[in-house]
């Protein structure tokens, strides 16, 4: 069955880097797309950033500066990394696959801490 | 970016009533790509309706999706307990992908 899955720090310091790992299994990564979506606490959803299915990357143009996304077919993993990290990055943040630009499954979602 | 405004903010219903949330958008988005997620608390999205009106795999019935446009609108045709979530709508048309600011659904 389709699954995937967040790892990564739960916390990182304001203005260092956060690296996010998706594994995931039930699909293949050349076939589907696969974005991160993140969520503060208390708060909505905020599409981050997608790898298409062919390796081409989309960017929220408000995360686009400090964002990179990329894959490890290989392992099935997708990469996130993100710099100068802020307060305001506090969040949980989720992969999901994508069909007809929804997002049909969805990982657990890991919850990073920037602390000041 | 387009804008969704999503209404109410929160809605508190009696079991086997019947609640709609509207979502207006601030452009025109094709109903292939407007979706809607159910989120419990402590959980993470679930997809429950695609391209306007199509339920997701495993999704009641009472649940429905229509619209055009720049308006939609998600019905529960009769809640129950289990419903009580919060729901957003979400726009795949263009980038940046954009979600509404939710609607929370409680049981009276």
């Known amino acids: 069955q389709v699954q995937l899955k967040e790892s990564g720090p739960g916390l990182v310091q304001a203005s260092e880097t956060l690296s996010l790992t998706c594994t995931v299994s039930?699909?293949?990564?050349?076939?589907?797309?696969v974005s991160w979506v993140r969520q503060p606490p208390g708060k909505g959803l905020e599409w981050m950033g997608r790898?298409?299915?062919?390796?081409?990357?989309d960017y929220n143009s408000a995360l686009k500066s400090r964002l990179s996304i990329s894959r490890d077919t290989s392992k099935s993993q997708v990469l996130l990394k993100m710099n100068s990290l802020q307060t305001e990055d506090t969040a949980i943040y989720y992969c999901?696959?994508?069909?007809?630009?929804?997002?049909?499954?969805w990982g657990q979602g890991v919850m990073v801490t920037v602390s000041s | 970016a387009i804008v969704l405004n999503q209404s109410p903010s929160s809605i508190i219903a009696s079991q086997g009533e019947k609640v709609t949330i509207t979502c207006r958008a601030s452009?025109?988005?094709?109903?292939?790509?407007l979706h809607w997620y159910q989120q419990k608390p402590g959980a993470f999205p679930k997809l429950v309706i695609y391209s306007t009106s199509y339920r997701a795999s495993g999704v009641p019935s009472r649940f429905s999706g229509s619209g055009s446009g720049t308006s939609y609108s998600f019905t529960i045709s009769r809640v129950e307990a289990e419903d009580v979530a919060t729901y957003y709508c979400q726009q795949g048309s263009s980038n940046p992908f954009t979600f509404g600011s939710g609607t929370k659904l409680e049981i009276k």
């Open positions: 999901t696959r994508s069909a007809y630009n929804s997002f049909d499954y």
């Open positions: 790898i298409r299915s062919g390796g081409s990357t």
């Open positions: 039930g699909f293949s990564l050349t076939s589907y797309h």
């Open positions: 452009s025109s988005i094709s109903s292939n790509y």
